[in-house]
């Protein structure tokens, strides 16, 4: 029998294709803008979960009472990134030459509330 990491990165794989053949072939183009972040976030996990060994046995067993474990990693990892900047302020930092010290109380994304278009229609992002 195969181990749970080798059964989850199997899964994975199964998410994925089902992710490609229910959500990516029925997106228009303007749904594949609007759902940028979270695919990006599903080819980074796809991508880290099969060629890293992040997990024991017991967290892929986990991992595996899920349907969809690929979704559920995406999700968290693309909240990950979009909370506080995600590095992105020390990666500017670093390429700007700024050593981090000053203003460190200062949040380069902290741009308050945004309002959302309550007009927009999410399953307009979908061919039918």
């Known amino acids: ?62 991992l595996l009472s899920f349907d969809d474990p690929l979704e559920m990693l995406a999700c968290e990892w693309e909240d ?5 900047g995600s590095g992105f302020g020390k990666a500017l930092d670093a390429l700007l030459g700024r050593d981090g010290d000053e203003d460190d109380d200062y949040d380069y994304f902290d741009a308050g509330d945004f309002d959302e278009d309550d007009s927009d229609d999410w399953g307009a992002i979908f061919e039918e």
């Open 1 to 62: 029998m195969a181990s749970n990491i080798v059964r989850l990165k199997d899964r994975i794989e199964e998410n994925y294709e089902d992710f490609k053949a229910d959500t990516l072939a029925t997106l228009t183009k303007k749904g594949v803008f609007e759902l940028a972040g979270h695919i990006s976030a599903i080819e980074d996990v796809r991508f880290f979960m099969s060629t890293h060994d992040w997990l024991d046995e017991d967290e892929a067993d986990y």
């Open 80 to 84: 990950c990134l979009s909370g506080s």
